[in-house]
């Protein structure tokens, strides 16, 4: 049953990805946008960006600073990190951005660098956790734990539990996720975190994380009503994480991938408008509309006993990297 079903979710998903997620299907529903919504200053905003200096992170840090946000872009590379802040700088006019260096994939490294900015800054009204990692093969960090999991899954929750009390004494807070419609084909499977049992399928194992991200979002929006928490796919866009990670789909689907701004302009509008904010917390997004975080059919719902099983065993994991 379970090569069938993954086949279904993996056909569902691919005719609703020809349908929705490209960049024809982005030019039709942008027709519905409301512009007024991204007509707005956000002088005196914070905006922390993980992945800024390229892709989707890079276009949505350059459609924020173009606001007179304040930026805080955080990037595993110095180089291209300083590189992309100049040409932020240069086309925005926007002074107020600012680089921290920090590899997602090491977990303690992480929790440091959240805990060194709580008393560096004063306030950060908004988190988008925009970085993507996708292995072709299995790897472990130094602390043992598999890389994908460590920087989309750990360093995610790691940076929300940390920065929590910074965002909750910042005007209008806002977490916002950047996940996948890959996850659609994934259901929440806390018993192989690691991916130490099976054979490794990076795509997959993305997916899974991508899953996890959308759960995450659900219980911490539960946990902290004074936040708002949302998560969204942006699309299929054109980003070297695609490019170098899926070749093959890379080049097949071309023309039809969106541009990192057209990925980008649901996270902007999620991060600046006051219409997203009508939303509830805690929901999945696409092209500016709520959607569902699963496809029809697809068995993909997990009870909200596994949801819970998978937020304590992320928080022991979490407080085991934790400075003391």
Same mark, same amino acid.
């Given at each position: 049953?379970?090569?069938?079903?993954?086949?279904?979710?993996?056909?569902?998903?691919?005719?609703?990805?020809?349908?929705?997620?490209?960049?024809?299907?982005? *030019?039709?529903?942008?027709?519905?946008?409301?512009?007024?919504?991204?007509?707005?200053?956000?002088?005196?905003?914070?905006?922390?960006?993980?992945?800024?200096?390229?892709?989707?992170?890079?276009? =949505?840090?350059?459609?924020?600073?173009?606001?007179?946000?304040?930026?805080?872009?955080?990037?595993?590379?110095?180089?291209?990190?300083?590189?992309?802040? /100049?040409?932020?700088?240069?086309?925005? +006019?926007?002074?107020?951005?600012?680089?921290?260096?920090?590899?997602?994939?090491?977990?303690?490294?992480?929790?440091?660098?959240?805990?060194?900015?709580?008393?560096?800054?004063?306030?950060?009204?908004?988190?988008?956790?925009?970085?993507?990692?996708?292995?072709?093969?299995?790897?472990?960090?130094?602390?043992?734990?598999?890389?994908?999991?460590?920087?989309?899954? *750990?360093?995610?929750?790691?940076?929300?539990? &940390?920065?929590?009390?910074?965002?909750?004494?910042?005007?209008?807070?806002?977490?916002?996720?950047? &996940?996948? +419609?890959?996850?659609?084909?994934?259901? *929440?499977?806390?018993?192989? *975190?690691?991916?130490?049992?099976?054979?490794?399928?990076? =795509?997959?194992?993305?997916?899974?994380?991508?899953?996890?991200?959308?759960?995450?979002?659900?219980?911490?929006?539960?946990?902290?009503?004074?936040?708002?928490?949302?998560?969204?796919?942006?699309?299929?866009?054109?980003?070297?994480?695609?490019?170098? /990670?899926?070749?093959?789909?890379?080049? &097949?689907?071309?023309?039809?991938?969106?541009?990192?701004?057209?990925?980008?302009?649901?996270?902007?509008?999620?991060?600046?408008?006051?219409?997203?904010?009508?939303?509830?917390?805690?929901?999945?997004?696409?092209?500016?509309?709520?959607? &569902? /975080?699963?496809?029809?059919?697809?068995? =993909?719902?997990?009870?909200?006993?596994?949801?819970?099983?998978?937020?304590?065993?992320?928080?022991?994991?979490?407080?085991?990297?934790?400075?003391?």
């Amino acid at each position: 049953r379970g090569s069938t079903m993954s086949l279904y979710r993996n056909s569902a998903w691919f005719l609703k990805g020809l349908t929705e997620f490209t960049k024809g299907a982005y *030019l039709s529903e942008s027709k519905n946008f409301v512009e007024k919504d991204l007509e707005t200053s956000v002088a005196g905003r914070s905006f922390m960006i993980t992945g800024a200096n390229s892709g989707i992170g890079k276009a =949505t840090a350059m459609a924020i600073a173009k606001k007179a946000g304040t930026i805080h872009m955080v990037c595993r590379n110095k180089d291209k990190a300083e590189e992309a802040r /100049a040409e932020i700088v240069k086309e925005s +006019g926007n002074k107020e951005i600012y680089v921290h260096i920090l590899d997602l994939t090491e977990t303690k490294k992480v929790w440091e660098f959240a805990e060194s900015f709580k008393k560096k800054y004063k306030t950060l009204n908004v988190l988008i956790n925009n970085a993507g990692c996708m292995m072709t093969k299995r790897e472990e960090n130094d602390e043992g734990l598999e890389k994908s999991f460590a920087s989309n899954s *750990l360093a995610v929750y790691i940076l929300i539990k &940390s920065l929590i009390p910074l965002l909750e004494k910042s005007p209008e807070p806002r977490v916002i996720t950047v &996940s996948s +419609g890959g996850m659609l084909v994934q259901k *929440l499977r806390t018993g192989n *975190l690691q991916s130490q049992r099976g054979r490794y399928d990076g =795509t997959m194992v993305y997916a899974q994380n991508k899953r996890q991200q959308v759960v995450m979002t659900e219980q911490f929006a539960k946990a902290h009503p004074n936040i708002h928490f949302s998560v969204m796919h942006p699309g299929w866009v054109d980003t070297p994480t695609i490019a170098n /990670a899926m070749p093959d789909f890379h080049s &097949s689907m071309k023309e039809r991938l969106r541009t990192p701004e057209q990925g980008a302009d649901t996270v902007v509008w999620l991060a600046v408008s006051e219409a997203a904010v009508k939303n509830p917390s805690g929901r999945f997004f696409q092209d500016r509309q709520m959607v &569902s /975080a699963h496809l029809p059919l697809a068995w =993909t719902h997990s009870s909200q006993l596994e949801d819970q099983k998978f937020m304590s065993v992320m928080e022991d994991l979490a407080k085991s990297f934790q400075p003391h």
